[in-house]
T-cell receptor, first 111, second 113 residues
């Protein structure tokens, strides 16, 4: 089983819509969680960290469900510039420096 | 801050040639990571260093790959000899602290013909 699994999508949504997707992780001892964004032919960039209580950053909301071992990302009022691949990232061992990356969920926002 | 710097940005080489990729991490970061990304396999961790010491190289595909970090501001990933299946984007990333987010360089797009 992969450490981090994501629905690859693509999620095709109109501008202004809300889109949400999840990822699941296999190691219940995982300590840190992130969402990264990767544009086509670019490097991954941190979008936001995910905290136990859930957190919001503008139009983006991240939630963590430790009991079911999944993380979600919700994008409100989608913009064309939100089109990208979103990578779910987990630090499975807490005190180790390694991160496990999901394969990514592709979101395309259309005008 | 200049961010993570990688060179070259693009490399095209023939099978059998030696390829050296270079990375300068963000100043003050004490961990450095080399990743490879392909459509088929996604983002794979090849090796990572902490305080210039290789900690985990279990992701290095085979003996043709080697990585060094002679000091805190420089690392190399070498492939010798290169093969067409090594064609990929190679990213270097750095961070500080065991739970911190990683900052990626722009990557080196390697094509081996």
């Amino acid at each position: 089983r992969k450490e981090v699994e994501q629905d690859p999508g693509p999620f095709n949504v109109p501008e202004g819509a809300t889109v949400a997707f999840n990822c699941t992780y296999s190691n219940s001892a995982s300590q840190s969680f992130f969402w990264y964004r990767q544009d086509c032919r670019k490097e991954p960039k941190l979008l936001m960290s995910v905290y136990s209580s859930g957190n919001e950053d503008g139009r983006f909301t991240a939630q963590l469900n430790r009991a079911s071992q999944y993380i979600s990302l919700l994008i409100r009022d989608s913009k064309l510039s939100d089109s990208a691949t979103y990578l779910c990232v987990v630090n499975p061992q807490g005190n180790d420096y390694k991160l496990s990356f999901g394969a990514g969920t592709t979101v395309t926002v259309r005008a | 801050d200049a961010g993570v710097i990688q060179s070259p940005r693009h490399e095209v080489t023939e099978m059998g040639q030696e390829v050296t990729l270079r990375c300068k991490p963000i100043s003050g970061h004490n961990s450095l990571f080399w990743y490879r990304q392909t459509m088929m396999r996604g983002l794979e961790l090849l090796i990572y260093f902490n305080n210039n010491v290789p900690i985990d190289d279990s992701g290095m595909p085979e003996d043709r790959f080697s990585a060094k970090m002679p000091n805190a501001s420089f690392s190399t990933l070498k492939i010798q000899p290169s093969e067409p299946r090594d064609s990929a984007v190679y990213f270097c990333a750095s961070n500080y602290g065991p739970r911190g987010e990683q900052y990626f360089g722009p990557g080196t797009r390697l094509t081996v013909t």
